[in-house]
């Protein structure tokens, strides 16, 4: 499996993107996680965690700082089977969170808090696909009950 492990997209366009307004609504990031078997830290620290428990520190607190952008932790489940299709190896772990709107993830993922924390998210992942999504026509009012839980934490 090719995957390119970024905190930040490489690409300029696609960094243009991040900064656009983007749909309206919120959006449900999908985030595809696969973890390194150990983690190794840029700075060389030493390090006895597995790739999975350095994610857990920056999954820990990034869902307390969700929140101070409208967003937050909506689910997170680990992969067991695939039913259909066919992939090199499966994903670790599929992570879904809530942003009012493009803009506040771009700012959460530029926040000095983020940055702080995000060390971990690098040290841990071996590769990780973010997938903005958005819901269908009519769901939202269904689900508004939930998302407005959630974001209240």
């Not at 997938?131 to 009950?145: A, H, N, S």
Request: net charge negative; charged share 25%; glycine share 10%.
């Amino acid at each position: 499996m090719q995957v390119v492990n970024e905190v930040f997209p490489s690409d300029p366009e696609r960094f243009r993107q991040m900064m656009e307004e983007g749909p309206k609504g919120p959006i449900f990031m999908v985030n595809l996680l696969k973890f390194k078997e150990r983690a190794a830290y840029k700075d060389g620290r030493p390090c006895d965690l597995s790739g999975r428990d350095a994610y857990m520190i920056y999954g820990r607190a990034v869902s307390k700082l969700l929140p101070k952008f409208g967003g937050g932790a909506f689910f997170a489940a680990d992969v067991s089977f695939l039913a259909l299709g066919q992939v090199e190896e499966l994903w670790d772990e599929i992570a879904i969170a809530t942003y009012p709107n493009r803009k506040a993830l771009f700012e959460m993922s530029t926040s000095p808090e983020w940055q702080e924390i995000s060390v971990h998210r690098d040290a841990g992942l071996k590769g990780q696909l973010n997938i903005e999504t958005v819901l269908q026509d009519g769901v939202l009012g269904r689900l508004q009950p939930l998302l407005e839980a959630i974001t209240r934490g």
